[in-house]
């Protein structure tokens, strides 16, 4: 797992995944978990591993939700040369959907099962693994269509592999990689390794214990602090409270780098109930706070009226 702290399990799902694809079957997964705890890194992993195959990427954009078949279209694009081998039915809709053609709305089914056969053709000539992540943005168009899809997967060499903050609907009944928190040893080791000095022990053991495993947190928490701060504990002079910094922390990490001012919502402040600074920590339905310790990563395979390809694990 070159770059990244422990997720052997997960990695195993995945490379199981794509040597399944890489056989001549397909499969459908959805990999999900809260912020910043490694969903797109484990999707990297993923194209990584996908060597002979090829790997077509998408993701949701939150300025483009409202957009009909937005996220299809940056999936489906670089396959278009192929659309003449589709049933002409089909090919017209996908043609109308994606304005290459004029008509009215094109039925969402013809569209799926275009979607589907583009694939399906795609896979023919090399096995391909489809990545669309940030499945949480899609418009709702490209949701529908692409959870259709996976659900029909059959024996195509087809991967189709979703990341999602927090599954929407459309989703229900594929099967699950659930992506929990790291361990605390590893959890710590990751810490370490993004630390450039010496590191007072109370405060690695607050920031250990509030980023609940989350390697966005234990990776940005350390950064916003000086060298003599992180060094010096909670006795300097003058010095903010923990909880503070981590919060002040998070708001800056929640300054996109590459998209747009929206992509990322803002963390909510400590104000905002949920029980810490951060918001993985908010508490559970339960009302239990989240461990990190039984935060494992798990797959899930939910029951569903809707028959699956054979599970990976
Ligand atoms: N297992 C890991 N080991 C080391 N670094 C990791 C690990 N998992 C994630 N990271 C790092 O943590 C940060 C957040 O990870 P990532 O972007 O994958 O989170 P995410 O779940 O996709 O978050 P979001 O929901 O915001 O998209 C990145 O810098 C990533 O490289
Ligand atoms: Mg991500």
Same mark, same amino acid.
């Given at each position: 797992?070159?770059?990244?702290t422990?997720?052997r399990?997960?990695?195993?799902?995945?490379?199981?995944?794509v040597?399944?694809?890489r056989?001549?079957?397909?499969?459908?997964?959805v990999?999900?978990?809260?912020?910043g705890?490694?969903?797109?890194?484990?999707?990297?992993?993923?194209?990584?591993?996908?060597?002979?195959?090829?790997?077509?990427?998408a993701?949701?954009?939150?300025?483009?939700?409202?957009l009909?078949?937005?996220?299809?279209?940056q999936?489906?694009?670089p396959?278009?040369?192929?659309?003449e081998r589709?049933?002409?039915?089909?090919?017209?809709?996908?043609?109308?959907?994606?304005?290459?053609?004029?008509?009215p709305?094109?039925d969402r089914?013809?569209?799926?099962?275009?979607?589907l056969?583009?694939?399906?053709?795609?896979a023919?000539e090399?096995?391909?693994?489809?990545?669309? =992540?940030?499945e949480?943005? %899609? @418009? &709702? !168009?490209?949701?529908?269509v *692409?959870?259709f899809?996976a +659900?029909?997967?059959?024996?195509?060499?087809?991967?189709?592999?979703?990341g999602?903050?927090?599954?929407t609907?459309?989703?229900?009944?594929?099967?699950?990689?659930?992506?929990?928190?790291?361990?605390?040893d =590893?959890?710590?080791?990751? %810490? @370490? &390794? !993004?630390?450039?000095?010496? *590191?007072?022990?109370?405060? +690695?053991?607050?920031?250990?214990?509030?980023?609940?495993?989350?390697?966005l947190?234990?990776?940005?928490?350390?950064r916003?602090?000086?060298?003599?701060?992180?060094?010096?504990?909670?006795?300097?002079p003058?010095?903010?409270?923990?909880?503070?910094?981590?919060?002040e922390?998070?708001?800056?990490?929640?300054?996109?780098?590459?998209?747009?001012?929206?992509?990322?919502?803002?963390?909510?402040?400590?104000?905002s109930?949920?029980?810490?600074?951060?918001?993985?920590?908010?508490?559970?339905?339960?009302?239990?706070?989240?461990?990190?310790?039984?935060?494992?990563?798990?797959p899930r395979?939910p029951?569903?009226?809707?028959?699956?390809?054979?599970?990976?694990?």
């Open positions: 797992m070159p770059g990244l422990d997720r399990a997960e990695c195993d799902v995945l490379g199981r995944l040597a399944a694809v056989a001549g079957e397909s499969r459908a997964l990999v999900h978990g809260e912020p705890v490694g969903k797109t890194a484990l999707l990297e992993y993923l194209a990584g591993q996908a060597s002979g195959c090829r790997v077509a990427h993701g949701g954009v939150q300025a483009e939700m409202e009909a078949f937005a996220v299809l279209h999936l489906c694009a396959m278009l040369d192929r659309l589709l049933p002409a039915p089909q090919r017209d809709a996908l043609r109308t959907a994606f304005g290459l053609s004029a008509g709305a094109p089914f013809l569209i799926g099962l275009a979607a056969g583009l694939l399906s053709e795609m023919g090399r096995p391909l693994v489809c990545i669309v =992540d940030d949480q943005w %899609l @418009d &709702s !168009a490209s949701a529908q *692409l959870a899809v +659900r029909r997967l059959g024996a195509e060499s087809v991967g189709l592999v979703f999602a903050r927090v599954p609907g459309d989703l229900a009944g594929l099967p699950e990689l659930v992506i929990g928190g790291l361990r605390e =590893d959890a710590r080791a990751l %810490l @370490d &390794s !993004a630390l450039t000095g010496p *590191l007072d022990a109370l405060v +690695r053991d607050q920031i250990v214990a509030e980023a609940h495993g989350n390697p947190a234990l990776l940005e928490l350390p916003g602090w000086t060298a003599a701060e992180l060094a010096g504990g909670f006795g300097l003058g010095a903010v409270p923990l909880t503070g910094r981590i919060e922390s998070f708001r800056r990490a929640s300054v996109p780098k590459r998209r747009g001012p929206q992509s990322r919502p803002a963390w909510p402040s400590s104000e109930g949920c029980g810490s600074v951060i918001p993985w920590c908010a508490r559970r339905p339960t009302g239990r706070r989240r461990r990190m310790t039984c935060a494992r990563s798990t395979w029951k569903s009226p809707i028959p699956r390809p054979t599970p990976i694990v």
